[in-house]
Antibody, heavy 119, light 112 residues
Framework: QVNLVQSGAEVKKPGASVNVSCKGFGYAFISYGISWVRQAPGQGLEWMGWISGYNGDTNHAQRLQGRVAMTIDTSTNTAYMELRSLTSDDTAVYYC????????????WGQGTLVTVSS | DIVLTQSPLSLPATPGEPASMSCRSSQSLLQKNGNNYLDWYLQKPGQSPQLLIYLGSKRASGVPDRFSGSGSGTDFTLKISRVEAEDVGVYYCMHALQSPPTFGQGTRVEIK
């Protein structure tokens, strides 16, 4: 059974960085990519970027360029998303989702990780 | 970026009755291979989104057949043939035509 398990909630100060992990279970990790999607409180969904589980190629949203880094560790079937220079606008639930390529459906989602940015 | 506009934003639904919602794209999502790169997701209260429909009309694994997707090009519709109480939540369309994928603003379905 496919399952994506994310790391726990984080509280960060403005200007800090946050690292969220997403561990895949029940499927061939290297055969799929992982996308990251965030949702600010009471708001809709925003795609942040995608990383290949095969070779680590990435594709990021333009508005986050320079602040976001996505990596994978195939030895542990885990994807990581680091977001730097946090502001209050980055307060959101961050989801990882399995996606074969960056233009295919997001077929399985993690449980979400709440990141709160507050001084 | 492609803009997806959903309507209505709020949809009161009656159990056992049909319901439908719309998603309009700022550009055609139809490719030469005949596929429409439009997906539908449901986010139930307090849960992660889940895939309902992909490529405009294909039901994802395990999705009840009361859900159906239709449309082509720039206009798409999600229909629920007979609404059940468990169908409440926010329905999002998302295009997968090109990077970046973008989402509509969502249609909130609630039971009357």
């Amino acid at each position: 059974q496919v399952n994506l398990v994310q790391s726990g909630a984080e509280v960060k100060k403005p200007g800090a960085s946050v690292n969220v992990s997403c561990k895949g279970f029940g499927y061939a990790f290297i055969s799929y990519g992982i996308s990251w999607v965030r949702q600010a409180p009471g708001q809709g969904l925003e795609w942040m970027g995608w990383i290949s589980g095969y070779n680590g190629d990435t594709n990021h949203a333009q508005r986050l360029q320079g602040r976001v880094a996505m990596t994978i560790d195939t030895s542990t079937n885990t994807a990581y998303m680091e977001l730097r220079s946090l502001t209050s606008d980055d307060t959101a639930v961050y989801y990882c989702a399995r996606q074969t390529t960056s233009i295919t459906p997001l077929d399985y989602w993690g449980q979400g990780t709440l990141v709160t940015v507050s001084s | 970026d492609i803009v997806l506009t959903q309507s209505p934003l709020s949809l009161p639904a009656t159990p056992g009755e049909p319901a439908s919602m719309s998603c309009r794209s700022s550009q055609s999502l139809l490719q030469k291979n005949g596929n429409n790169y439009l997906d539908w997701y449901l986010q139930k209260p307090g849960q992660s989104p889940q895939l309902l429909i992909y490529l405009g009309s294909k039901r994802a694994s395990g999705v009840p057949d009361r859900f159906s997707g239709s449309g082509s090009g720039t206009d798409f519709t999600l229909k629920i043939s007979r609404v059940e109480a468990e169908d409440v939540g926010v329905y999002y369309c998302m295009h997968a035509l090109q990077s970046p994928p973008t989402f509509g603003q969502g249609t909130r379905v609630e039971i009357k």
